[in-house]
């Protein structure tokens, strides 16, 4: 069945807020806890922003394409505390589930991952979150209300 604009906007909605890692791994390997503590990701409108020791440390826009399986997600940076990230866009997968949210990015120029895993050599990062209930993000575009909702699939 295919989405409609309606989904969209309602699957935009889900996203919105703050989500704190509660794992990460790269090249399939976990993730130091102390900065899996300090991390945090919001999602505000299409755009996100990731703190670190509350600082941050990322910036940019995502759009996302519900219709793929694994749903796919691509993020461009507009502020990076490691320049690599300014080269292109990073691909990833991802999936939410009531207050869980996961994805799985890969390098700046790589394909998306095929799935929410890493391992040696794949150059991707796998992070869970659960939603932050103590800070939630303010007001969402709407499709009806005349906001924007990027919905783009993946190049």
Not at 50 to 66: I, R, W
Not at 85 to 110: M, N, S, Y
Not at 115 to 140: H, K, M, W
Request: hydrophobic content about 40%.
């Amino acid at each position: 069945m295919p989405y409609t604009n309606a989904d969209v906007a309602e699957l935009l909605r889900t996203l919105q807020g703050r989500w704190r890692p509660v794992y990460q791994e790269v090249d399939g390997q976990m993730g130091s806890p102390a900065i899996t503590a300090a991390t945090v990701l919001e999602l505000r409108g299409n755009d996100f922003m990731v703190e670190k020791n509350g600082t941050v440390a990322y910036e940019g826009l995502f759009t996302f394409d519900p219709l793929a399986s694994p749903m796919q997600v691509v993020l461009i940076y507009r502020t990076s505390a490691n320049p690599l990230f300014l080269g292109g866009p990073r691909l990833g997968v991802f999936q939410v589930e009531a207050d869980t949210f996961k994805w799985c990015i890969g390098a700046v120029g790589h394909s998306a991952p095929k799935e929410l895993n890493t391992y040696p050599g794949s150059e991707s990062v796998l992070s869970i979150y659960q939603r932050d209930p103590a800070r939630p993000a303010g007001p969402t575009p709407s499709a009806a209300g005349g906001g924007q909702i990027h919905f783009a699939p993946l190049w």
